[in-house]
């Protein structure tokens, strides 16, 4: 009596003669997968790889040499298609910039705010509970007919591709988008608290708090900081010389919110350095603006 042939258990119309190491089932040669020892079916390479701990950077980043820079290109994305929204709706940039407090007349005219409201005139801007500002603006940029123009789109998208692509691939993308939000905000709350009454646009704060993340992962990394250094430099001297027709108070906030954000992932102990503390450190911090944004609300409506 002839024994009955032995098949493989994906694909039972295939006879095969060789078992898995692990779980000792018949495999046919399509669904081999080498091991140290013999070989193992598809389903145990799987189980064996989620089981592995993947690398990770100091900062927390999974260790990746072929992931694309997705958050990046997805930014860079969501700031041009908004652009192109001003271009077709030019009322956008008033209804979403960054604006503390300004008095809003019946003719649609903005005025100075010094903490009375007159009849007619309505109070405009994140004094009045338009917190989503402090995002929203950080998505704008000056409309094609301004002084500066599509050039403001331009500089800050070609400073976002240099800058975020490295910067992303060190922290990892949840931490990476984390930053740039952050910066955006810490660049809005500084413009609120002072300088109320300036209307500002711009992704220039969340960029300038990558570029401040980008000197800090390079000195926390050990790396030669001569050329970093210059690279920091020039930052720098633009915001000094932007103060004079774009906001320096903006600039200053994303720079020192990146600053302080990216320290803490790179130098906090290693046993605070998981994702839930990290998530913690985040929530902390914007529970500090909104603490100033308050704060700032009532010295100016007096409440």
């Not at 500002?200 to 790396?223: D, E, M, N, P, Q």
């Amino acid at each position: 009596m002839e024994a009955a042939a032995t098949t493989c258990y994906r694909h039972p119309s295939i006879e095969a003669y060789v078992r898995c190491t692990r779980c000792d089932r018949h495999i046919c040669p399509d669904c081999m997968r080498e091991a140290s020892v013999g070989h193992q079916c598809v389903e145990c390479v799987k189980e064996g790889q989620r089981s592995v701990r993947q690398p990770r950077t100091v900062f927390g980043g999974a260790v990746s040499r072929a992931a694309a820079p997705v958050v990046t290109y997805i930014l860079i994305a969501l700031n041009v298609l908004v652009y192109l929204g001003e271009v077709v709706r030019p009322e956008i940039v008033d209804r979403f910039a960054v604006l503390g407090a300004v008095l809003t007349g019946p003719d649609g005219e903005q005025y100075y705010y010094r903490g009375d409201t007159f009849q007619g005139y309505e109070l405009t801007g994140i004094a009045d509970g338009e917190w989503y500002r402090l995002v929203t603006g950080a998505f704008l940029h000056l409309p094609p007919d301004a002084s500066f123009g599509v050039m403001h789109l331009l500089f800050n998208m070609f400073a976002l591709w240099n800058i975020g692509r490295a910067v992303e691939g060190q922290l990892g993308r949840a931490r990476y988008l984390a930053l740039y939000l952050l910066s955006a905000v810490g660049g809005s709350v500084l413009v609120y608290l002072l300088a109320p009454d300036t209307s500002t646009v711009g992704a220039s704060g969340a960029v300038f708090g990558l570029a401040a993340a980008y000197w800090v992962i390079h000195r926390r990394l050990g790396h030669d900081m001569a050329a970093v250094n210059r690279f920091m430099a020039g930052f720098l001297l633009w915001m000094v010389l932007s103060a004079l027709f774009t906001s320096w108070q903006g600039h200053l906030g994303g720079l020192l919110t990146g600053a302080l954000v990216t320290y803490g992932l790179a130098y906090a102990p290693a046993k605070v350095r998981t994702g839930p503390l990290q998530l913690a450190g985040g929530a902390v911090l914007l529970g500090l603006f909104a603490v100033a944004v308050a704060v700032r609300t009532s010295a100016l409506t007096g409440g």
